[in-house]
């Protein structure tokens, strides 16, 4: 599969608040983002069946 770019837009105290996550995790933003997205999606689909 291949990846896609996106485009995020938040405020800069969200933006800080993730960074600060991602960093007890030892993930870069991005990876920690894509990682939550993955979880929530999932979450998701568990629900729906």
Do not use: F, Q
């Not at 996106?6 to 960093?23: G, S």
């Amino acid at each position: 599969m291949n990846n896609v770019i996106i485009t995020l837009r938040v405020n800069e105290e969200i933006k800080k608040k993730l960074d600060m996550l991602a960093l007890k995790e030892n993930r870069s933003l991005n990876n920690y983002i894509n990682t939550l997205l993955i979880k929530h999606i999932e979450e998701k689909e568990k629900d729906n069946n």
